[in-house]
């Protein structure tokens, strides 16, 4: 699965979980939760899109990892690949 | 094909005695003057005298030889010059025409056609010029109706000429010059219905026989103000058509009443009583009425003016009961 | 034979619109089912039946705005025949005066529907000049004429003017929202006593079950703190019914059942306080569930009467991108607001050492009419204690 092919499914799902945003609009660099006035349980229910669409079940505890769209891409890309589990986790939440 | 009220009257009268034997007219002047109006001239030279039958100055006694002519089978048609005179056969009128089916218990029919004029506005003076038709209409047993339009002076006649009860049309003095579109008859005519004849949405003006020019008129004026009546013509005294009237009303949300008559114990006292029964809770003022001054009509035209309704004073009454409210309505 | 009325739906709710009509004249209804859409200034709300039986009559039609009582429709028991909708009775003013044998087929006269007796009125405003037509729309829009100048007739107030007047009360959405808040707001803080307590709550046990339990889950089946949170206090209000309860007619009304009201915002500003039912019965899943699809339907606009009528206590999440501590404004009638503040670690001192540890703050703004600050206290104490067994919840 390429980059741009993750981005889509990363964009579709934030659009699944807050209707009517634009992914024009959205920003690749932006914390997604910061531009979107995303609670928590919008947070959750992105990640259960991300697990519908790319069969990818975030765990927890790399919840930091999806803060911002490319790092979303980052994340996604490399366990997608089969690479190591990602290491240097942060800690839940933005 | 536009002609005259009169004209229109005159075709009405001539096509009723081709068409059927049992009709005739009769009354004060329709045979060798023509009709004190000019409606039914020509007629005595082609229809003959039996037909058309000048009678005594006795309007008690011709309309109750209608009466009895049509308990007999005819189709009387009969002329009374004015209403003014007419109170000489409201013996008749109410006690034997309105009454009759009623009192034998629905054995006798009374096919009566009267034909009178009514108003003001000729410097003919009081005995000449009341507009009484309200009395009329207060009767039950008969029908009366009220031409507005050359039209209507055409259609009614034949419509009220196949009605079973006695129909009594009031004809405006001041409409026969009046020329007119007459169209062909369109089915059988709504005889007892109400017409709008200009739509509008701000205030219902109602109105009949010669006020409705002059309400017309005043939506004219008011037009140019923003202001947009309706006009509606009532057509039908007795019965009034009650479902179009409060139709209106509650569209309009106004109402005022332009009766020639006076106003106490008026045509447009019992208008505005339906309003208030049936719309009270859709009027947004009180129901204004534009009627004569409660004098006997003056024989001086400044006078005889001052005391009939006019366009003007019907655009007051609408300006009164919408006061500033439109000129919101009329910038949106 | 029922009466299916307009229903309140939030103490700041005085009037809504029908807006559509689900079920019709001769329909079978039975308990919960959605039958109508009203439109509030809080959004469009789908209004359930609380009787089984036929949909007999239809008294208000799609697109009128009535006050909040309103006689809506009749609910029969299906042994008359359904009359067809909107056909009462006709009117006596019609009665009274029909022409005589109308031959040109002159219905009667109907009457104005929007004529039809409201359940609660403004107190008629004698010695305003208005019009019938004004006092009528000012009824049902629940327009005050006291406070309008008129501009009809000899100063009459009229239509345009109380609907100007309803205009200036309505704006848009947002901001008709933020005026039923600032009503229901303005009510609460003049009317009820408050009195606020707080504590912090170690979350070490829950955070560890939680972590525990979301790991073994895929995302779908994840909890959320907000959920043990709501749980808990469930569970601590069956020993402190004052505090799950309303206050009405200077006294205590207990509830039967705990439905927590939660404190939801509303992209682009504004909040419901949509109902979470019998929370003290469900698994914690199942609240998840419930929660999720309760936020759903709140941004969606597609909440039910139920969601938003029953709450009987409410709860403030600020979830975890909050401040540290909430002293909410109770929700009248109700006669508490518990607010939870954003998780955080803190150091926290454990067998005399110092400890960093996941902590929130719990507090309680309550009524002092129905409670007091002991029992408030010892309620808050519960909470604390039920979240230290979070295997319990």
């Given at each position: 699965m390429t980059r741009e092919e993750i981005r889509a499914a990363v964009l579709d799902a934030i659009v699944a979980v807050v209707p009517g945003t634009r992914q024009s609009d959205i920003k690749d660099e932006t914390p997604i939760r910061d531009q979107l006035d995303m609670d928590s349980m919008d947070f959750i229910n992105f990640v259960v899109e991300l697990d519908e669409r790319l069969a990818v079940a975030v765990p927890e505890s790399d919840y930091g990892r999806l803060a911002t769209v490319n790092g979303c891409i980052e994340y996604l890309a490399r366990t997608l690949a089969g690479g190591?589990?990602?290491?240097?986790s942060g800690p839940a939440g933005s | 094909m536009r002609m005259t009220y009169r004209e229109a009257l005159r075709t009405a009268l001539t096509e009723a005695l081709s068409a059927d034997p049992r009709v005739f007219l009769m009354g004060e002047d329709v045979g060798r003057y023509g009709g004190a109006y000019a409606a039914s001239k020509g007629l005595l030279e082609q229809f003959g005298p039996d037909r058309v039958r000048d009678t005594p100055l006795s309007e008690s006694a011709f309309v109750g030889a209608g009466i009895g002519a049509a308990l007999g089978g005819m189709r009387p048609i009969v002329e009374v010059m004015t209403v003014n005179f007419s109170l000489l056969a409201l013996d008749q009128v109410v006690n034997s025409a309105a009454t009759l089916r009623h009192m034998s218990g629905g054995q006798l029919s009374v096919p009566l056609v009267v034909r009178m004029a009514t108003g003001g506005g000729r410097q003919v003076a009081a005995q000449h010029s009341h507009s009484l038709e309200g009395w009329y209409a207060h009767v039950p047993g008969i029908r009366v109706v009220a031409p507005a339009t050359a039209h209507d002076a055409r259609w009614m006649l034949p419509a009220a000429l196949r009605e079973p009860d006695p129909v009594f049309i009031f004809e405006h003095?001041?409409?026969?010059?009046e020329e007119g579109e007459v169209g062909e008859e369109?089915?059988?005519?709504?005889?007892f219905a109400a017409a709008i004849r200009r739509p509008g949405r701000d205030v219902t003006v109602i109105a009949h026989g010669g006020s409705v020019g002059k309400a017309l008129a005043a939506a004219e004026q008011l037009a140019t103000e923003g202001i947009e009546a309706e006009v509606l013509d009532l057509r039908s005294l007795r019965p009034l058509d009650d479902a179009t009237i409060l139709e209106s009303v509650r569209r309009c949300h106004r109402a005022v009443v332009v009766d020639e008559g006076w106003r106490s114990g008026s045509l447009s006292a019992e208008i505005a009583s339906r309003i208030s029964e049936g719309a009270f809770f859709e009027l947004d003022a009180p129901v204004a009425r534009v009627c004569s001054a409660e004098v006997p009509i003056p024989y001086p035209k400044h006078l005889e003016d001052t005391a009939l309704p006019q366009p003007d004073g019907i655009c007051a009454a609408v300006r009164g009961v919408l006061q500033p409210a439109q000129a919101a309505g009329a910038k949106a | 034979m029922g009466e299916f009325r307009m229903p309140t739906?939030?103490?700041?709710?005085?009037a809504g619109t029908l807006?559509?009509?689900y079920k019709h004249p001769g329909d079978v209804v039975n308990r919960g089912d959605i039958i109508a859409a009203v439109d509030t200034d809080k959004g469009s709300i789908d209004v359930e039946v609380f009787e089984d039986g036929v949909l007999e009559r239809v008294v208000v039609e799609e697109g009128q705005k009535v006050p909040v009582g309103t006689l809506l429709a009749v609910i029969g028991s299906g042994a008359g025949a359904p009359a067809p909708a909107a056909a009462p009775s006709p009117p006596a003013a019609a009665a009274q005066v029909p022409p005589p044998t109308p031959p040109s087929a002159a219905a009667p006269a109907a009457p104005s529907p929007s004529a039809a007796p409201t359940a609660a009125p403004l107190p008629p405003a004698h010695g305003v000049r208005a019009s019938p037509l004004a006092r009528r729309l000012a009824a049902d829009l629940r327009v005050d004429l006291t406070g309008i100048t008129g501009s009809g007739p000899g100063g009459a107030i009229v239509k345009e003017d109380v609907e100007a007047a309803a205009a200036r009360g309505g704006g848009d959405r947002s901001a008709r929202m933020r005026r039923a808040i600032a009503a229901a707001m303005a009510k609460s803080n003049r009317e009820i006593p408050h009195f606020y307590l707080a504590t912090t709550i170690d979350l070490g046990a829950a955070s560890a079950w939680l972590a525990q339990w979301n790991a073994a889950h895929p995302p779908a089946e994840r909890l959320l703190p907000a959920v043990l949170l709501l749980k808990a206090t469930a569970l601590a209000l069956l020993e402190f019914p004052e505090l799950n309860a309303r206050w009405e007619q200077e006294s205590l009304q207990p509830a039967a059942e705990v439905h927590i009201g939660m404190v939801t915002s509303l992209r682009g500003g504004g909040l419901v306080i949509p109902a979470v039912h019998q929370v003290n019965r469900r698994t914690l899943p199942e609240l998840m569930r419930e929660v999720r699809e309760l936020v759903q339907r709140a941004r969606s606009g597609t909440l039910r009467s139920s969601d938003l009528t029953d709450g009987t206590v409410t709860v403030t999440s600020l979830g975890d991108r909050g401040a540290d501590a909430v002293f909410g404004v109770i929700?009248?009638?109700?006669t508490a607001l518990i607010g939870f503040g954003t998780p955080a670690e803190r150091p926290w001192v454990v067998a005399g050492q110092v400890v960093p540890r996941q902590v929130v703050t719990a507090s309680l703004a309550a009524d002092h009419r129905a409670s007091d600050g002991h029992r408030g206290g010892m309620f808050l104490a519960t909470i604390a204690r039920l979240l230290q067994q979070p295997e319990g919840l």
């Open positions: 190591p589990p990602p290491v240097g | 003095a001041m409409l026969y010059p369109p089915g059988p005519l709504p005889l | 739906l939030g103490a700041d709710m005085v807006t559509e009509w929700y009248p009638p109700q």
